[in-house]
């Protein structure tokens, strides 16, 4: 509809044109117009310049028009590149996390006495009372039951099962794990086991006359042969001497958070004890 108003405008708006350039050419220069032809074109010049207004005003419009096209147009494809940017931006700070993360381990790696293996975390276990992880590396990587798990921040826990391509890890909150322990300022000894049903850890087998206290940090001793002495295993969060027995509750926070654990690396010091799965083989 409006396409047709816009035609006969324009059709009309020619068509004035037409006669008044006739006009002009047959009226003889050098004098005056005459009467009519002054009746005549104070008559069609000012419709004239109506459709000449016109014009141009539907030309503005169409520019305008026009460079609201242009404009929508480049504000998508701005859209679109701020998105991939984004995208991209975010891709580049996990990388750059990842890159921090295997550079700590690489240089604890270079740091334990012995040979290591980096892993990736690739599943939790689905039990909420028993505290597992699954890795991607298995017995074709040298891996054996009872080996130790470890970040750069301390202890994770050791290897409880393995197959061909991948291992389940006891973490060191999980009631099955045990290290025999010790407090960095009095040194006094215990076992480091995982609190059933909870995050923490306690320490076992410290007499009440022991020198422990809140924020003491415990770490690894060594004597068990399997882990190396002086790993961090957590600071102690609160001590019990009310409870029933010969021994204080120790209850300690681990230093590895091992609900964000993404990569670990396996120490490969095969345990005093020989593998049961291996004597069962055998």
């Known amino acids: 509809m409006v396409i047709k108003k816009l035609r006969t405008i324009l059709l009309v708006w ?20 005459f009467l009519l032809e002054s009746s005549l074109v104070d008559g069609i010049l000012p419709v004239f310049s109506v459709f000449t ?19 929508q147009q480049e504000n998508k494809l701005l859209k ?10 975010i891709r580049l700070r996990e990388a750059a996390s ?4 295997l550079r700590k381990l690489l240089q604890l790696k270079g740091e ?59 973490l060191l909150n999980d009631p099955a794990f045990a290290v025999d322990c010790l407090a960095q300022r009095s040194r006094v000894r215990g076992v480091l086991t995982g609190i059933p049903g909870g995050g923490n850890c306690q320490v076992k087998y410290i007499a009440r006359t022991e ?27 609160r001590v019990d001497s009310k409870v029933k ?25 095969k345990p005093p004890i020989p593998d049961q799965d291996t004597t069962q083989d055998g």
């Open 14 to 33: 020619l068509a004035l044109l037409a006669f008044l350039a006739l006009f002009t050419s047959v009226t003889r220069s050098g004098r005056d117009y």
């Open 53 to 71: 207004s016109i014009k141009t005003g539907f030309g503005s419009l169409w520019t305008h028009y026009v460079f609201l096209t242009q404009t």
């Open 112 to 170: 334990l006495p012995g040979p290591s293996q980096v892993a990736e975390v690739v599943g939790r276990g689905p039990s909420p009372f028993l505290q597992t992880i699954y890795i991607n590396k298995g017995r074709k990587d040298g891996l054996s039951r009872g080996m130790p798990v470890l970040l750069p921040d301390g202890v994770v826990g050791r290897l409880e099962k393995t197959s061909s391509l991948f291992s389940q890890v006891v």
């Open 98 to 101: 990842a890159n921090e993360r």
């Open 245 to 269: 027995g010969m021994f204080l509750f120790v209850e300690v926070v681990p230093e590895c958070k091992t609900s964000q654990i993404e990569e670990v690396l396996i120490f490969r010091q």
């Open 80 to 89: 679109k590149q701020l998105v991939q940017l984004n995208q991209e931006n």
């Open 211 to 237: 020198d422990i206290r809140a924020g003491d940090i415990m770490v690894t001793s060594g004597l068990d042969q399997v882990f190396p002495k002086g790993l961090i295993l957590g600071r102690v969060l």
